[in-house]
């Protein structure tokens, strides 16, 4: 299944790492990302992904990190296909 995730997180250096780990560790791929400034403290990250497990489990988890202040589903791109 293949999902499109918006994240808004403080712009600190290693925040992205921090995503990134999360989201591996959950089993989930990143197939796109695309980063940009909102401003000088804040950073929207948009990341496609992929995986089998529940896309509540990344989003939950992604959620309780420190850094993130905003965590949605914006899609999810298996059903978008299909209609």
């Given at each position: ?21 999360t989201i591996r560790h959950r089993g ?19 990341v496609d992904l992929y995986g089998e ?31």
């Amino acid at each position: 299944m293949t999902f499109a995730l918006e994240i808004i997180a403080n712009n600190k250096p290693e925040v992205l790492e921090r995503i990134f780990r999360t989201i591996r560790h959950r089993g989930f791929n990143v197939t796109k990302v695309s980063a940009h400034l909102l401003s000088r403290s804040e950073l929207q990250v948009n990341v496609d992904l992929y995986g089998e497990r529940e896309i509540h489990l990344i989003t939950q988890q992604l959620e309780k990190l420190y850094d993130v202040n905003h965590c949605q589903l914006t899609q999810d791109l298996a059903k978008a296909a299909n209609n």
